[in-house]
């Protein structure tokens, strides 16, 4: 893909006029530098989906917990509650 884009770009400056000697050297670093960026794009994108992920897995712990929370709270009202009425009846 690199290396096509930069024939293209090289036949329309010939078209042009414009001189495009370019040594092998400098097209090597222009290909190591865009190779490297995409991986470092690729990189990137993998970080922010696995944060994504673990944000998404971060949020649904809390709600299980908040919902045991709320499940053991109730449990300790209706024992509470029970008590009371066993003390109230006798």
């Known amino acids: 893909m690199i290396n096509s884009a930069i024939s293209l770009e090289q036949e329309y400056?010939?078209?042009?006029g414009y001189k495009t000697d370019v040594p092998d050297s400098?097209?090597?670093?222009?290909?190591?530098?865009?190779d490297i960026s995409l991986q470092a794009y690729a990189h990137q994108n993998k970080i922010a989906?696995?944060?994504s992920e673990a944000t998404k897995q971060a949020f649904k712990?809390?709600?299980q917990n908040t919902k045991s929370f709320a499940t053991l709270?109730?449990?300790?009202?209706r024992y509470i509650m029970s008590v009371f009425e066993q003390k109230i009846n006798t």
């Open 13 to 16: 400056a010939i078209k042009a």
């Open 26 to 34: 400098v097209l090597k670093t222009i290909r190591d530098i865009t």
């Open 61 to 63: 712990t809390f709600n």
């Open 49 to 51: 989906g696995d944060t």
């Open 73 to 77: 709270n109730k449990e300790i009202m």
